[in-house]
């Protein structure tokens, strides 16, 4: 059940409306609130706009589609105005997601011609690296993971299970487990291509649909790090696979797969590609563990329950590596 939108964002939004020419907006609807963010839509004469308030771990998000607006134009919703201090920021409305407006079984040929635009984008990004840094996002690349997710074990080590840390078996299995993993990021690090903006969490549910894959918008870029550029399929892939009632190995996969692999086919031969695909997923889940710690940062243990302990679920996915 969705709520009206508290009085200070909506007057918020209502100067912001103004000042870009959009006139009065009418009265918002809070479409979601979690620890890590919320949001609300709100009408406007000219099109909705949507405004997300971000919490501390995900702050950066606004910096990074005001940077993909400059560098990939209309792979990102179109900013309309940033309150920095606030974490709050407003967007035009970028259409329905794709998961709702088209079955699971009829998205292979969206992701086969969105992929490559997404990995052209994260190309010229990888230029910006610098850049994206000092706007806050954070590194999670070959280079750091193997010490990221040490640190991960042994913060969860000294967590309660209860609360969601490590009984001392699970915590030995994982700490016998991470030289591997060193030597899996260690392999990454040497394929050649360089590390980049990566969206970590990108599935149908994230991608704005307006009739065709070309002028499909890329939403909710809070998760996104600087890393390996193939660490985006293991959400991709995954999701694909679960909602396709398809296994990793389906023709249909791969197609989806070898197509963010063809722009990057310049740098490496196609068997170091594949490799690298299979190192990116097995040393993602320390990614996705990173970037369920930022945004559940300060939340109430309540929220990590509600979500299964997402932290601790993803750093054990080093064990099936």
Known sequence: ???????????????????????????????????????????????????????????????????????????????????????????????PTLRSVLPAGEQWPVWEALLPRYAAAQLELAAHRAELLALGVPERSPATLPEQAADLVEELAATDPARGGLTPRRRAALEARLPAYGQWCAELAADGLPWTLQHDDLHAANVCWQGSAATARVIDWGDASIGHPFGTLLATLNSLARHGQATLEDARVLRVRDALLEPWSGLADRSTLLRSVELARATGPVTRALAWRAALRDAPVEAQVEFDFPVRGWVEEILAG
């Open 1 to 95: 059940m969705t709520s009206a939108a508290p009085p200070d964002v909506s007057s918020w939004v209502a100067g912001r409306c103004a000042e870009a020419g959009l006139g009065t907006p009418g009265a918002g609807e809070l479409v979601h609130d979690r620890p890590w963010s919320s949001a609300a839509v709100f009408p406007t004469g000219d099109g909705r706009v949507w405004f997300k308030a971000n919490g501390e771990g995900t702050r950066q998000e606004p910096a990074v589609v005001r940077t993909l607006e400059r560098i990939a134009p209309g792979l990102a919703p179109q900013v309309v105005a940033v309150d920095a201090d606030r974490g709050w920021w407003l967007t035009r409305d970028a259409g």
